[in-house]
């Protein structure tokens, strides 16, 4: 049965205390992982570091919202859209491993409704998946056809193929060279430029994301 009344945790740490930052960064963890683990990891204060002028806001993962589908619609009401009411001049979504996934299938879901998204090994879903669009010619060429109401994972690549088509310049990517998922993310990479696509040694682990959200912050993707 699906619990309705879920309400997702919530962390957030503030640009500077009393001043509202003009982005916000709203990221998910992957699986098992909590939102504290991406302050225990240094990621908002790297990025201030950095001087990157960011409020972030970070989300549970909440695996039976996952499952049942209703993740990115709990995500889009309970934390985009009281976003946008604050004021928040530019939003960008992110995520790592099925966090990143999810970020996805809200682009899917609510295309537009964010203004760039930030992907750290997002998870590429089964192998089935990875492999139909291998067969179909890589993501460029994949038609999704119609998709059921559970096809999350194929609303992810199917966002994908759209930003890379629409506005390639909202999205960044990046993921570790032996990463277990490696040849699905390097197909997600392949639609992207060259500079909206960053792989560091390492594999589907903390420090390899840490790696990569160091080059993400020093390449500016969040001034």
Same mark, same amino acid.
């Given at each position: 049965?699906?619990?309705?009344?879920?309400?997702?945790?919530?962390?957030?740490?503030?640009?500077?205390?009393?001043?509202?930052?003009?982005?916000?960064?709203?990221?998910?963890?992957?699986?098992?992982?909590?939102?504290?683990?991406?302050?225990?990891?240094?990621?908002?204060?790297?990025?201030?570091?950095?001087?990157?002028?960011?409020?972030?806001?970070?989300?549970?993962?909440?695996?039976?919202?996952?499952?049942?589908?209703?993740?990115?619609?709990?995500?889009?009401?309970?934390?985009?859209?009281?976003?946008?009411?604050?004021?928040?001049?530019?939003? &960008?979504? +992110? /995520?790592?491993?099925?966090?990143?996934?999810? #970020? !996805?299938?809200?682009?899917?879901?609510?295309? $537009?409704?964010?203004?760039?998204?930030?992907?750290?090994?997002?998870?590429?879903?089964?192998?089935?998946?990875?492999?139909?669009?291998?067969?179909?010619?890589?993501?460029?060429?994949?038609?999704?056809?119609?998709?059921?109401?559970?096809?999350?994972?194929?609303?992810?690549?199917?966002?994908?193929?759209?930003?890379?088509?629409?506005?390639?310049?909202?999205?960044?990517?990046?993921?570790?060279?032996?990463?277990?998922?490696?040849?699905?993310?390097?197909?997600?990479?392949?639609?992207?430029?060259?500079?909206?696509?960053?792989? &560091?040694? +390492? /594999?589907?682990?903390?420090?390899?994301?840490? #790696? !990569?959200?160091?080059?993400?912050?020093?390449? $500016?993707?969040?001034?």
């Amino acid at each position: 049965m699906v619990d309705a009344t879920h309400v997702l945790e919530v962390q957030h740490v503030s640009w500077r205390a009393g001043r509202q930052a003009p982005t916000l960064l709203i990221l998910l963890p992957g699986a098992y992982d909590r939102p504290q683990d991406f302050i225990t990891h240094d990621f908002p204060a790297i990025a201030h570091a950095q001087g990157a002028a960011v409020d972030f806001r970070l989300v549970e993962s909440d695996l039976t919202s996952v499952a049942d589908g209703t993740l990115a619609h709990r995500l889009h009401r309970q934390v985009v859209l009281p976003a946008r009411a604050e004021g928040y001049r530019r939003i &960008v979504l +992110g /995520g790592i491993s099925i966090g990143g996934l999810t #970020a !996805l299938v809200h682009a899917d879901h609510y295309p $537009g409704s964010v203004d760039g998204l930030m992907l750290l090994a997002p998870y590429p879903g089964n192998r089935g998946i990875t492999q139909e669009i291998a067969r179909g010619g890589g993501l460029a060429h994949w038609q999704a056809g119609e998709l059921a109401a559970s096809d999350d994972e194929k609303r992810g690549w199917r966002a994908l193929q759209r930003l890379a088509q629409q506005s390639p310049a909202r999205v960044w990517l990046g993921y570790g060279e032996d990463d277990r998922f490696a040849p699905g993310l390097a197909m997600m990479a392949d639609v992207l430029p060259p500079p909206r696509a960053c792989t &560091v040694p +390492g /594999g589907h682990d903390w420090p390899t994301w840490s #790696a !990569l959200w160091q080059r993400c912050c020093a390449a $500016g993707e969040l001034a």
